[in-house]
């Protein structure tokens, strides 16, 4: 399995969660985007979800990074 990471820097954002079957649920996360990767492919690998888009806060709804199980 290879996890691929794209991302800018961001300290809090919301992180969407994906199954096979599409958006499973949403969570919120701060720290380095660094730290924010590592707890994203925790969660990935754990619940065995497709992918992750991290968002920053909602006021701008901007794709921060993607991370992707293959």
Known sequence: MAI???HTYHTAVEV????ENG???RSHDD????AIS???C???VKHNFSRAEVVCSADTNKLLMKIERS
């Open 31 to 34: 720290g380095s985007i660094d």
């Open 16 to 19: 969407d969660y994906y199954g």
């Open 23 to 25: 958006f499973i649920c």
């Open 4 to 6: 691929n990471i794209r």
């Open 42 to 44: 925790e969660v990935l």
């Open 38 to 40: 590592e707890r994203v």
